[in-house]
């Protein structure tokens, strides 16, 4: 009997097993494909930071480190702000003696783990247990205190003020330009006493005010647990205690992991992918949530506060953003969000339009920050966006304010980089001659807008102005205005100025019209080649004219030609040692060859070959790129992320298509990484890309259909992708020559009725 009882109970134990083996595995959502890590330590630039915060929301909180590898971190902070590594308010809990409390206090830490909606970690020698969860505005900070010991919580302002009110602290940090971040920040317990931090020694007041403003709350040594919930606002104290009673109240700290898991999910679900491997589909998902780092949401309540003109205004139900470094994300951030979130998109071209409005002159903004405008690199493709946008059907902002705005930009401002000052000499030299004159390397600059690091740039200002001298003129098109529209269409062919017909090359001139020489593409110009190029070489600006590939082609001499510069590119070595290379470019990164996978400049140019009739090699230099340099590691990003830049280009090519010229409504194909895509576009429709029989040997495309015809060019229009409809793709491991190689085929250039 009881042999045959323990039989029994042997295939019980077997068949439970075998049925919990089986139980199907819960499915990962898209944030949990999220590495906030990927790319944290940096090829010479600035890294990625893995933020916590919702999507573009303005309470961005991440550890205040100067880089990946630091072993302490100063402080908890309550915000981030701005591109770079800078915060506003420390919070430092801490335990032992009276006399070693700091204003900050550096920890090392163990353990550490980040969301998109999340961070813990362990603090080592406080032996102290820390949790974050956010909200849009607010957030909150679990402190789990292991010793024994009085417990102490320290918060600092920087320049600012800081006071006790028997009940939270309340005060401001300033953040340079009329512009301050205010705090509300209540703990769940009241302390025994309150003290000020001034020069090392604590003081028996409850408020502080100027350098290193710093407050401390003391708690008894039973105190085990401390919730510390903030708010912080761009208005006032009392709007922050706002933010924070709107969005924490009644809530614990697994009610905001639970409601930010789920944002992020709606977020993140806007595109679904099948197939590729796990380490693609977290790339992918890490790529898309660096996306909504930027711009944020400044209204509170229906109010934002504007440095643009350093006053609070009514957001009238359209939300303020703000925080955009528009040089770089006009390339693809702003043409993925029309897909993804039209509406937000509008509110950001309107928010735009506002600051020209509130501003001392109509212009457009340069580049954003918290704190307001900044004069950050060259050119005025701001403009682009609002072009590209109205070609694409969004029509709930005003074309003639921004038409406005934006030639006031390009006849008004000086043409000097890194300058917001009005034109001068440069400008009126452009407008006469139709270049930007450049200085022989033994010359003194003599016009005092140009910066002394920054310098002229020419090339890349001759051609960044004749594009935006085409976005004008197609604006003007587009509002009828047929005489400017003609004026500008002129000037939009300034490029040719600079164009040497004997090296292929965009090449600097002197203010007679000499071409410099001697002259060396790679290395002429000084640091970052910025004299004649920016950041990148005379190699990557060689294809600057996004909006007329099709007369590129034809100033090189045709397909063929302009098609083995290309490959040339991809081939030519760095001519230098690495050090001696990067000392000089330090900017140009993600090599290979000469061209520079890790600045935005340089995006485009693997879709060229679509223009030339090789959209085989664009297929075959995209999964390269993909592959070499955008991988799920520390060093995972080639270059600055830049608002979400970099990894929009990512979003773009691992689905199989890229904006290769804002401006223009059209989308280049090139090879997507997975088997399936579904973009579920803010209209409510849904665009799919199927890549039948897709690996990483599979990526050449054999055939397509579009919608259920046969495709056979290598690209299409958006008005085919925003009504729905299917992309598919047959894929094999050998290139198809033929397949959109036809001179007709090509993607349209400069005018879409060519």
């Given amino acids: 009997m009881m042999k045959k009882l323990l039989h029994r109970l042997l295939i019980f134990i077997l068949l439970t097993g075998i049925l919990i083996g089986c139980a199907p595995k819960e499915e990962k959502q898209p944030v949990d494909y999220v590495n906030p890590y990927i790319g944290n330590i940096s090829h010479l630039l600035v890294p990625t930071f893995p933020t916590v915060h919702l999507p573009n929301s303005f309470l961005r909180v991440y550890p205040h480190r100067n880089g990946h590898t630091d072993v302490s971190m100063e402080g908890l902070p309550l915000i981030a702000l701005g591109q ?36 813990s970690v362990f603090l080592d020698e406080q032996q102290t247990e820390v949790t974050l969860g956010v909200s849009h505005q607010s957030a909150m900070y679990r402190v789990d205190f292991k010793q024994e010991g009085e417990v102490y919580l320290v918060l600092n302002s920087g320049d600012g003020m800081l006071q006790w009110d028997g009940e939270a602290i309340s005060g401001f940090q300033s953040l340079g330009n009329n512009t301050k971040a205010y705090v509300h920040l209540e ?9 000020v931090l001034e020069e090392g020694e604590l003081s028996d007041r409850q408020n ?14 039973k105190t085990g647990s401390i919730n510390v919930p903030y708010g912080i606002s761009f208005i006032d104290e009392a709007q922050a205690k706002s933010n924070m009673e709107r969005e924490l109240s009644g809530k614990d700290m697994n009610t905001l992991h639970t409601e930010g898991r789920e944002i992020w999910n709606d977020a993140l679900g806007k595109i679904e992918v099948k197939g590729g491997s796990e380490d693609e589909k977290i790339e992918f998902y890490t790529a898309l949530y660096r996306t909504y780092v930027q711009p944020v949401n400044v209204s509170e309540d229906g109010r934002y506060y504007s440095p643009f003109d350093g006053q609070v205004h009514d957001d009238e139900g359209t939300p303020f953003y703000t925080v955009d470094g528009i040089w770089d994300s006009y390339h693809a951030h702003h043409p ?54 109205y070609r694409k059907g969004l029509r709930d902002f005003s074309l003639e304010k921004a038409y406005q705005a934006g030639k006031n930009n390009v006849t008004e401002q000086t043409l000097a980089p890194w300058s917001a000052d009005t034109a001068g000499y440069l400008s009126q030299f452009y407008q006469e001659n139709g270049y930007v004159p450049a200085l022989y390397p033994d010359e003194e600059e003599t016009v005092p807008q140009v910066d002394d690091f920054e310098k002229r740039q020419t090339v890349p200002v001759t051609l960044g102005t004749a594009y935006d001298e085409w976005l004008l003129a197609q604006m003007a098109k587009e509002l009828g205005k047929e005489e400017e529209y003609q004026h500008f269409l002129d000037r939009s062919y300034n490029y040719r100025n600079l164009f040497n017909p004997e090296t292929d090359f965009f090449h600097p001139k002197d203010d007679e019209g000499n071409f410099i020489q001697p002259f060396d593409y790679k290395f002429s110009g000084g640091m970052g080649a910025r004299d004649y190029y920016d950041e990148n070489n005379g190699w990557t600006f060689r294809w600057a004219v996004p909006h007329n590939i099709a007369d590129l082609i034809d100033l090189m ?7 083995s510069n290309l490959d ?99 989308y280049n194909i090139g090879s997507p990484i997975f088997e399936e895509i579904t973009i579920h576009l803010s209209n409510g429709n849904d665009f799919k890309i199927v890549a039948n ?40 491991p050998e290139a198809n020559r033929q397949w959109g190689s036809q001179e007709e085929a090509a993607p349209p250039s400069f005018e879409l009725n060519q």
């Avoid at 029309?338 to 001392?360: G, N, P, V, Y």
């Fill in 557 to 563: 001499g045709g397909r063929e030609e302009f098609t």
């Fill in 693 to 732: 029989n897709n690996s990483p040997q599979n990526k050449y495309i054999q055939s397509a259909t579009l919608n259920g015809s046969s495709l056979d060019k290598p690209w299409f229009m958006h008005e085919e992708m925003i009504n729905g409809g299917t992309l598919k793709l047959e894929m094999g």
């Fill in 208 to 221: 502080t005010e100027g350098e290193d403003a710093c407050i401390v709350l003391k708690y008894s040594e």
């Fill in 84 to 119: 770079r590594s800078t915060w506003a308010f420390q919070l430092s809990p801490f335990q032992g003696s009276e006399e070693d409390i700091q204003s900050v206090i550096s920890y090392s830490y163990d353990n550490e783990e980040i969301t998109p909606y999340s961070w």
């Fill in 187 to 195: 703990p769940d317990q009241s302390p025994q006493d309150v003290f």
């Fill in 336 to 389: 993925l969000n029309i897909l993804l979130d039209a509406e937000k998109e509008q509110d950001i071209l309107r928010s735009f339009l506002r600051m020209a409005e509130q501003m001392d002159r109509f212009w457009l903004p340069i580049w954003l920050e918290i704190n307001g405008n900044q004069a950050v690199m060259n050119c005025n493709h701001i403009i682009s966006t609002f072009l590209d946008a």
């Fill in 568 to 666: 040339a590119l991809f081939d030519e070595p760095l001519g230098r040692s690495k050090y001696a290379f990067y000392a000089q470019l330090p900017d140009q990164t993600g090599n290979v060859g000469q061209y520079a996978a890790g600045n935005e400049p340089s995006f485009r140019i693997p879709y060229l070959y679509n223009f030339a009739g090789q959209p085989w090699k664009t297929q075959k230099y995209i999964r390269y790129m993909m592959k070499t340099w955008f991988r799920n590691d520390l060093m995972g990003i080639p270059g600055d992320e830049d608002a979400g830049s970099m990894s929009a280009y990512v979003i773009f090519s691992s689905m199989g298509f890229y904006p290769v010229t804002t401006g223009m409504p059209v």
